[in-house]
């Protein structure tokens, strides 16, 4: 089955420093990738969209994601986090052959001043 | 402004006491889903729906109902509720011009326990 893997749960980086959240999919082509935040009692925002056309995708607040097929991985970056980039991170996958979304379990990040 | 409202925001009931969070959209989406999210286990998706009179069921639709009568209204309907079903709940909406892979917006959510 297709599937997405959020290799962490927690990330915990100081403010100022790089931030990584890595996502890694199972998938028998290049699929459609998202990477969605949720900040503490809200809903969810997209931050980026993956379709194929460029393999790195700049999205919203600095956040970045580089798809590298070779290594099944879309992992979520950003130079320096800020305190406001303390959420919930989901990447999630759009299933082949149908329209079921399936998320990521999410990493929450922890941004320390 | 563009929108996903949901209704109620919070909900406490009693095992077995129907009740029904609505959900509408005003973007004139043709896609609309419900998820349930719990700790430690992201957000699943409970149902779909790729237009008016078209649902499917999600990866854990059970104990859940959806009707899709009208293009911005996607009601979710639980029958007899249960403590397992005590969770946060969101639907969300998107296009369908671009296939599967478009851009959803989420409503703010609704958290509901069941005693």
């Known amino acids: 089955a297709q599937s997405v893997t959020q290799l962490d749960s927690h990330v915990s980086v100081s403010e100022g420093t790089p931030v990584l959240l890595r996502c890694n999919y199972s998938s028998s082509y290049s699929p459609s990738l998202f990477w969605y935040v949720q900040h503490p009692n809200k809903g969810l925002q997209l931050l980026l969209k993956?379709?194929?056309?460029?393999?790195l995708v700049k999205g919203i607040n600095g956040f970045e994601a580089e798809f590298k097929k070779s290594e099944t991985s879309f992992h979520l970056t950003k130079p320096s986090a800020h305190m406001s980039d303390a959420a919930e991170y989901f990447c999630v996958y759009p299933g082949a052959g149908s329209y079921q979304l399936t998320f990521g379990k999410g990493t929450k990040l922890s941004v320390i001043p | 402004e563009a929108q996903v409202t949901q209704n109620p925001r919070y909900l406490i009931t009693v095992t077995g006491k129907k009740l029904t969070v609505t959900c509408s959209q005003n973007?004139?989406?043709?896609?609309m889903s419900w998820y349930r999210q719990d700790p430690g286990l992201g957000l699943r998706q409970i149902y779909y729906?790729?237009?008016?009179?078209?649902?499917d069921k999600g990866d854990v639709p059970e104990g859940y109902k959806v009707s899709r009568k009208e293009k911005r209204n996607f009601p979710l309907i639980l029958e007899s509720p249960s403590p397992n079903q005590t969770s946060l709940y969101f639907c969300?909406?998107?296009?369908?011009?671009?296939?599967?892979?478009?851009?959803?917006?989420f409503g703010a959510g609704t958290r509901l326990s069941v005693l």
């Open positions: 729906s790729m237009n008016v009179e078209v649902t």
């Open positions: 969300a909406s998107s296009f369908l011009g671009q296939g599967r892979g478009d851009i959803q917006y």
């Open positions: 973007m004139n989406h043709e896609y």
């Open positions: 993956y379709t194929s056309a460029a393999t």
